[in-house]
């Protein structure tokens, strides 16, 4: 063996075809693939023994490859035949016997080859000539060497064919792809040609070069036409299988072509070509007119009846235009559309179907709507109209009843009093069963300390129970948590709901209130809390036990004239647990009495050692330095609550220097010009959250910015009227370091201030924030209790100084009265958000003045700009009575006062 150069370019080939065969089976389920990759196989078999041949020095090695060469020459044109034939879309010409037929004469041929050593059939005189361009094998032709090349010829001439007859067929976009196969295909069969006719040098076979070349320009085709990926298919079998009618008439109306779907639908065949269509159309009187129109594109749909059977057809008419735009005839589509037809009266049918149950629906919602208006409006005017009057019935006989009355009088005005309160319930239950069925009504569940909750529920209900000589009794567990996070205030309505009902019917014996706890599998944050109201009364008789639950419903009618109510009251506290994920339960026995209890799992905070308030306090006292001069900053935007938070500070630390500011911006420029010039660092800041400008929130992270560059840190308190567990987290998320919810009491403040100021006394430090804890839940309780105007607590607050109480009055009322106008103007110009921010301030005065209905009904505004904004002007309205009501009362204390000065 030697180095032969003219077996390069084979071996270079050979790579190429290798990859174009691995690139070919990754479309193995495109048309003609297998074909063409074993043709490209055989290629490749061809021109690696031709390499091997050509590069032997001795006549036996290059016998044994030239053998070994017609392992793929003789199949090449087979395989090139079946893949054209596969290509072309004519598949089905390739049977067994044709199979057969095409790969005899390349299996005979290899035969021959392999046996020619004992015939001359194929070639003789083999030998190793030097009279060529390099040592090669020569031999003589034999008579089967002509057959095979003759068949060689056939094939790929009869393959040029199949694909010219495609590429005349084929839309333009396709035409590509058959081209470049056109091409590669012709390159052998020039070079076969040529061969034959010896114009290659003696020696040199050139066609395993011309095949590699054909595979690769067919590869090139391959990656940039994607040839195999779409498979063109021939137009005739495409024409023939559409299943729309196709008829092509020329410019006489006469028919040119025409596919088997028409036949079916106008009895025309390929036969009548030549005819003209008219002669089929004297069933089709509608066809006519339209199709006298060639130059323009039209459609129509006929129904007709084909076999007996009524068929929908749709008829398109379009105009064929020459190269030159010039009217060339016409073609005429059938499409059988019966189904569709079918469809779409179906589809109308339910439409129409489906417009009447929209309109029918649309006329039950627009009267439900209309319904559920009505309840509301009528619930609101019923609300408005009977809680104005009575809210002043039960303020002014609340006042009367503290002025020099009769016995006879003052009965007569409690009276007057309790039916109102009573009345002003009835009206409650059905606003709070409204809120519910509207779904309208949330929890706030909120930390909650629940051993004074109990004690202010059975305080509430201990007056009715004593005045029919009944027995109140309150069980509680030894381990009863300290803290539990629940909404107390619905907490405490369902158990004063559950005990009022008790006490109502229950002549004689004992009210009994009983809590249980029990532990919670697998959370120990957890409690399981079971509260019982049990009572010796009348008992509930087993066929009304669960009437008793439905709305406005008792267990007869009877008890509904002897006891009186609204039935509501079970029914509202069932609808309050089922929201915490409860139910309310009943054990009973007629005439013994009665068990209502329910079961509720609540996160729990665990007992805390309790401190002793009087000890606290002196504690506090002795802490204090009330000479030193502190510096502290009020950052407060409402007059009346910067005054009280000053007096209050005075009164604890006479000599400190209080700085005052209306808003964010004022505060934190006031800050910094204290910084830049070097006086006096602030000792400590209570900041309001709820300010004009910049809030408390926005102002504490700014703050807190300035002293990262100053290294300092200023103990910061906010102040505010909401008492959230989202607010809290919101402070502390905004640099604060404490905070207290209105009202400001002095003992809160005093808390503050030993927390904060008097740092050396750090064994106090648990103490004082549980001082402050319950200051704070003191507080909120405060908020719920039925008085106009706590005096009491505001001049605790400002140690019984009549003429800051004057001033702070004076200051309070002018304050609620220019809330009050601020709201009424924007809830005219729909400013709901401004309504919510001004009944906030509102909320934050009261508290601080001890104004709790007004503080209670201010944050009932607040919330109903986000639930219910058409119940405002109802509660503007009662809002203004009691602002009338505060009025009444201060001037009388005023007016007291001044007599007892006077004295």
């Known amino acids: 063996m030697y180095l032969n150069y003219f077996a390069l370019p084979l071996i270079v080939l050979v790579v190429i075809l290798s990859t174009l065969l691995f690139h070919v089976r990754k479309h193995k389920e495109a048309t003609g693939t297998t074909c063409f990759s074993l043709m490209v196989l055989a290629t490749i078999i061809y021109s690696v023994f031709y390499a091997l041949e050509i590069s032997a020095n001795s006549f036996d090695t290059a016998l044994f490859f030239y053998k070994l060469e017609y392992l793929g020459i003789p199949f090449v044109p087979a395989f090139l035949l079946a893949f054209s034939i596969k290509y072309t879309g004519k598949k089905h010409w390739l049977s ?43 031999f003589e032709p034999g008579i089967w060497y002509a057959v095979q090349q003759f068949y060689n010829v056939l094939c790929i001439m009869f393959s040029i064919l199949l694909m010219l007859k495609m590429w005349l067929e084929i839309i333009p976009a396709l035409r590509k792809q058959v081209t470049v196969v056109m091409v590669g295909v012709m390159i052998p069969f020039m070079v076969l040609l040529l061969y034959i006719a010896g114009i290659f ?240 009504l949330e929890l706030n569940p909120e930390r909650t300390e629940i051993a004074e909750l109990l004690g202010l529920i059975t305080d509430i209900v201990k007056y009715r129970v004593q005045e029919k000589g009944l027995d109140l009794k309150l069980t509680v567990p030894e381990d009863l948590p300290h803290h539990v ?39 120990e944050n957890e409690k399981e809390f079971i509260f019982s109201v049990r009572d010796t009364g009348i008992g509930i008789g087993e066929e009304n036990r669960e009437r008793i639950f439905d709305s406005f419903s008792q267990a007869d009618g009877s008890i509904t004239r002897k006891y009186g109510g609204t039935g509501l009251g079970l029914t509202i506290s069932n609808s309050l647990l089922e929201i915490m994920g409860s139910k309310l339960e009943l054990e009973s026995i007629l005439g013994k009495g009665s068990t209502f209890y329910f079961k509720v799992k609540l996160a729990v905070e665990h007992a805390e050692k309790k401190t002793d308030m009087n000890e606290s306090s002196q504690n506090i006292d002795r802490s204090c330095d009330r000479d030193k001069k502190y510096t502290i900053l009020v950052v407060e935007d409402n007059d009346t609550n910067m005054e009280l938070a000053c007096i209050i500070i005075s009164g604890f630390l006479p000599e400190a220097d209080i700085l005052k500011a209306e808003n964010g911006t004022e505060a934190v420029r006031l800050f910094l010009n204290r910084k830049k010039k070097g006086q006096k660092e602030i000792d400590l800041i209570f900041m309001d959250i709820q300010m004009p400008d910049m809030n408390g929130h926005d102002a504490s992270v700014m703050i807190r910015d300035i002293e990262k560059e100053i290294d300092g840190h200023v103990p910061i308190v906010a102040l505010t009227a909401s008492a959230f567990n989202r607010e809290r987290e919101l402070c502390f998320q905004s640099g604060m370091d404490d905070y207290i919810t209105k009202p400001v009491v002095s003992d809160v ?152 000065t006077m004295i």
């Open 96 to 138: 067994a016997p044709i199979i057969v037929s095409t790969f005899s004469i390349p299996l005979i041929t290899m035969i021959l080859v392999f046996t020619t050593d004992q015939h001359a059939l194929y070639n003789k005189n083999l030998m190793m000539s030097t009279n060529t361009i390099f040592p090669a094998l020569t």
């Open 201 to 440: 040098p003696h020696g040199l076979d050139p066609i395993p070069y011309s095949l590699a070349v054909c595979g690769l320009i067919i590869y090139v085709g391959l990656t940039r036409y994607k040839l195999l990926d779409i498979a063109p298919m021939a137009r005739s079998e495409l024409f023939d299988k559409i299943p729309d009618g196709v008829i092509v008439l020329d410019q006489m109306q006469r028919i040119v072509d025409c596919n088997g779907s028409a036949s079916e639908f106008l009895g025309v065949s390929s036969n009548n070509a030549g005819k003209y269509i008219a002669d089929f159309m004297e069933c089709w009187p509608e066809l006519e007119f339209t199709r006298k129109s060639a130059s323009e594109k039209s459609s129509i749909e006929v129904m007709r009846d084909n076999n007996g059977k009524e068929i929908w057809l749709k008829i398109d008419f379009l105009p064929m235009l020459s190269e030159e735009n010039v009217i060339a005839g016409q073609m005429i589509i059938l499409r059988d559309i019966t189904e569709n037809k079918k469809a779409e009266e179906i589809l109308l049918q339910t439409n129409r179907e489906l417009e009447e149950a929209t309109t029918r629906a649309q006329f039950l919602t627009s009267q439900a709507e209309t319904a559920n208006r009505a309840k509301s409006e009528f619930l609101a005017n019923m609300s408005h109209e009977i809680r104005t009057p009575l809210n002043g019935i039960i303020g002014f006989s609340d006042i009367l009843m503290q002025t020099d009355l009769s016995d006879t009088q003052k009965h007569y005005m409690q009276t007057v009093y309790t039916s109102a309160n009573s009345l002003l319930d009835i009206i409650n239950d059905v606003l709070d069963f409204s809120k519910i069925e509207a779904g309208k």
């Open 485 to 523: 996070i629940v909404d107390h205030l619905r907490l405490r309505q369902i158990l004063v709901n559950l005990l009022i009902n008790a006490i109502k019917f229950t002549e004689y014996g004992e009210i009994e209130l009983k809590v249980e706890t029990k532990p919670v599998i697998d959370n």
């Open 749 to 900: 403040i005093q808390s503050i201030l030993n927390k904060w100021l008097y740092s050396e006394n750090t064994g106090n430090t648990v103490e004082i924030n549980n001082i402050t804890d319950s200051m704070n839940d003191s507080a909120s309780e405060n908020e719920t209790q039925n008085i106009h105007f706590d005096k009491v607590r505001l001049m605790s607050n400002i140690a019984g100084d009549d003429e800051t109480y004057k001033k702070l009055s004076t200051m309070a009322l002018r304050s609620v009265t220019s809330n009050l106008e601020e709201m009424i103007h924007k809830y005219t110009s729909q400013d709901f958000h401004g309504v919510k921010e001004t009944a906030h301030r509102m909320k934050g005065v009261s508290l601080n003045m001890g104004f709790n209905i007004l503080a209670t009904m201010a944050k009932e505004l607040e919330d109903s700009v986000e639930n219910s904004v058409e119940s405002i002007p109802e509660m503007l309205d009662i809002i203004e009575n009691e602002i009338e009501l505060i009025d009444f009362e201060i001037k009388k204390h005023i007016k007291v006062s001044e007599c007892d």
